[in-house]
């Protein structure tokens, strides 16, 4: 099928500027932290080392979703050609239990699992930073480490940004004596671009884990004032869970897409086999469409979402705690299957899709605040790290005396299978909640390689929008041979299956085309931007094109 294609967007992606360096580069959410990165490879660190500065600089400068109390992860292309892909998710702590956040009638209770002690799983982030540095790291610990702990003794100054995204959560950091502390003003007023950004707890908590390790943060003073905090919330987690947290190695998902292989991260996430999954169906459809603007790639694309996105809800979720059928919704017959059901003129509504059929299989979703950086090095390493804490400042609670913030992941489990999360999202048994379970997730660190060397280096924050916005910036790049930046500034558009909507960013659908893409049968939505990427791209001449979300204030740096 060759579609020449109707326009159906408004879009300014031709010359658009992009960074470009030579060696090594970093593209993240917060220029400062990009900086960081790369001064650590200026100094002989790896891409490794750089992720690992990078993450703890994003927990001082970028509190909404940097963190010491969240989760996440990093699929890393080594120079060598291997790949390696680390599972420092969140878990359920020991004391959870499947309808924690159900009242007496069975009903999931608004906010129980999004705001306060209750709603955070066990943080994974900084044992998983241990584990990556003590596999692949070659600066020292410490060093990487110490442009974290300067920038929270010292401060910064807020960006515009970063001072309006304090402010918006003033109300919910009044219910908590440590957020309260730490992210309101000491006069009550607002903060405002310029203001210097002090967090003195954070630094000492920042010192604790440089010097200590992994026991500076799940041991000791840390410890304790995590769990003193959970004690004086009504939270779960306790010490048992932080001695018995540890990030996991895991086998990364690799799905070839014409000359390229895309390496991605595996269950608790489900990123890898979604983006797999519309990969494997867009190249097994023969379909290829002139322009990426067209009504009929639109349609064609969402019609693959739908599905995949049907998939998720119904058979992904921890796969330490119950097989997911990964190689069979990978499969090439059972895909045909998927796409024999495929109109090409017509939208094919979300209660008439459901799940494909896998023998044996009965059934079984998750967040928009999270941060992704891509990093690469002079010797061929690539990093790809995906990290969050579900919400924007996640639970809301800070950790008085330690000055860090809790995620509210647990609302990433199935709360209730079947009713919706706050994205809108469902969810099946895969993702009930259980003690020590990780929670699904949508983010979808990427690493496309070509004869095993990095080419593409993404991933992005937004809820289940990071799968759909990662795939079709990676599809600009492959299939349209656009730059990083025209890549990331194409309007993006996402379906997930359930609430059957077409969401378009605003005001870049064409108004006749609109109404066309309505007759086809698809409810569309305007929404602001959707998802923020941060992409590197080595083009084929070894420079590395670099760019930040223009969505987002992110930055890259780079030598
Ligand atoms: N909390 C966002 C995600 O993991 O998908």
């Known amino acids: 099928m060759i579609f020449a294609g109707v326009c159906t967007y408004t879009a300014q992606t031709q010359s658009l500027w992009v960074d470009t360096y030579t060696q ?12 960081i990165g790369v001064e650590i490879m200026a100094q002989g660190g790896n891409a490794i080392d750089a992720a690992i500065a990078v993450h703890f600089a994003l927990a001082v400068t970028t509190p909404r979703a940097g963190n010491l109390g969240g989760g996440g992860f990093m699929v890393i292309q080594h120079s060598d050609g291997s790949s390696s892909a680390l599972d420092f998710r969140e878990k359920a702590p020991i004391d959870a239990f499947r309808e ?82 730490y992210f309101i003003k000491t006069d009550g007023s607002a903060w405002k671009a310029g203001d210097v950004f002090r967090q003195d707890d954070l630094a000492r908590t920042l010192e604790r884990i440089q010097s200590e390790g992994r026991a500076g943060f799940y041991a000791g003073e840390t410890a304790t004032a995590l769990i003193q905090e959970m004690d004086k919330g009504g939270g779960y987690i306790r010490q048992q869970d932080l001695d018995e947290y540890e990030s996991v190695w895991r086998t990364p ?100 899709i459901s799940h494909g059929p896998i023998d044996g299989w009965t059934y079984t979703t998750e967040s928009t ?43 990433d489990f199935s709360v209730k299978p079947g009713t919706p999360n706050m994205f809108g999202l469902v969810g099946s048994e895969a993702n009930a909640i259980a ?54 500034t194409f309007p993006r558009f996402h379906h997930q299956w359930y609430p059957d909507r077409l969401l378009v960013e605003k005001q870049t659908l064409d108004p006749d085309l609109h109404r066309t893409l309505t007759t086809m049968g ?8 959707l998802a923020r990427v941060h992409l590197l791209h080595i083009a084929e001449d070894g420079v590395i094109e670099a760019a930040a979300d223009p969505r987002g204030d992110g930055g890259t740096a780079g030598f």
Request: hydrophobic fraction near 40%.
């Open 24 to 35: 090594a580069a970093v593209s993240s959410a917060d220029p400062v932290a990009s900086s």
């Open 100 to 181: 924690m956040y159900l009242d007496e009638q069975g009903e999931a209770i608004s906010q129980k699992s999004l705001l306060g002690h209750l709603a955070s799983g066990v943080p994974g982030s900084v044992d998983g930073m241990v584990k990556a540095h003590e596999a692949y790291g070659h600066l020292s610990w410490h060093d990487l480490l110490q442009p974290a702990v300067e920038l929270a003794r010292e401060g910064y100054p807020l960006r515009a940004s970063q001072a309006q995204s304090l402010n918006a959560a003033k109300d919910d950091f009044s219910l908590f004596e440590g957020s309260a502390l």
């Open 253 to 352: 998902i690799k799905v070839a897409y014409k000359d390229v292989e895309l390496v991605m991260m595996p269950m608790p996430s489900s990123g890898g086999v979604v983006i797999g999954q519309l990969m494997r169906m867009l190249e097994m459809s023969g379909a290829s469409f002139d322009s990426p603007q067209s009504i009929e790639r639109t349609h064609f694309l969402v019609q693959l979402m739908s599905r995949s996105f049907a998939d998720r809800a119904t058979y992904m979720g921890d796969a330490d705690f119950g097989e997911v059928p990964v190689h069979e919704l990978l499969d090439t017959e059972y895909l045909e299957t998927r796409l024999s059901t495929l109109s090409l003129k017509k939208h094919t509504p979300s209660d008439e």
């Open 369 to 411: 605040e999270t941060t992704h950086f891509s990093v690469v090095d002079g010797e061929g390493n690539a990093v790809a790290v995906t990290t969050t804490l579900n919400g924007s400042f996640g639970s809301k609670v800070a950790v008085r005396n330690a000055g860090f913030l809790l995620n509210n992941e647990m609302d």
């Open 435 to 488: 003690p020590g379970k990780r929670m699904l997730s949508s983010m979808s660190p990427t690493i496309v390689t070509r004869d095993s060397k990095p080419v593409i280096i993404a991933g992005a924050a937004g809820g289940p929008r990071i799968i759909t916005a990662t795939w079709l910036a990676i599809l600009n790049i492959l299939d349209y041979e656009m730059n990083a930046m025209e890549a990331l």
């Open 522 to 529: 698809h409810e569309i939505v305007e929404s602001s931007a």
